[in-house]
């Protein structure tokens, strides 16, 4: 078997029902990594595939982690299937381009999709873009997902702003939630660790 009935037997594996064949597809495809895989992958994203072979694509683009794909991805934040923008949100997390902050900011403001905000939200803390901080610290205040609150409390730590000390501060003070406090005890420290390293 050549290299490109290799690369075609792989793009089909993307399709396949068994999770582990198909992880075996992305992983392999993510390590190879090369353009002409990169552009297929983005290529696969387009609403005729297949959901899972979406998916498989957003997982694949994300591990390979070129900027390149950021455009496609952010596309696919407006997919039908839930499932795909959940991969599409951990792929720009993981590509870590700040093209993407503004989109996946959008996203956390809506209501709908709890799974794929809270993955917007740790993907901002990824991207780390301080830009993202005012709405984080005001989606900190109305959320009532705890586990959106566990996400944007941790990016706040990685975003690394003083700013969001004061919002964390309050948290450990009035908040019944443990691991809420004990998240916001991490993000502090992070912000101090940081702001020693830029000092």
Do not use: W
Request: proline share 3%; hydrophobic share 40%.
């Amino acid at each position: 078997m050549n290299e490109s009935d290799t690369v075609d037997k792989l793009f089909a594996e993307l399709g396949n029902q068994d999770i582990k064949e198909r992880s075996k597809a992305i992983d392999v495809l993510a390590s190879i990594g090369n353009k002409e895989i990169l552009n297929h992958l983005i290529s696969s994203l387009r609403k005729n595939s297949p959901r899972i072979v979406r998916e498989g694509a957003c997982k694949a683009l994300g591990k390979i982690g070129d900027p390149k794909a950021a455009d496609s991805l952010i596309l696919a934040l407006d997919d039908s299937e839930e499932s795909v923008r959940y991969q599409a949100t951990i792929a720009l997390g993981q590509i870590g381009d700040t093209k993407a902050v503004n989109p996946l900011l959008t996203i956390l403001k809506q209501k709908d999709d709890p799974l794929v905000r809270s993955e917007a939200a740790k993907a901002l803390g990824l991207i780390g873009d301080p830009s993202a901080l005012k709405i984080l610290l005001n989606i900190l205040k109305k959320e009532d997902d705890r586990f959106i609150k566990y996400h944007v409390v941790t990016s706040l730590g990685r975003i690394g702003e003083p700013k969001a000390k004061k919002a964390l501060e309050k948290i450990i003070k009035d908040e019944s939630d443990d691991r809420l406090v004990l998240r916001s005890r991490e993000a502090i420290e992070k912000i101090n660790q940081n702001n020693i390293v830029a000092g």
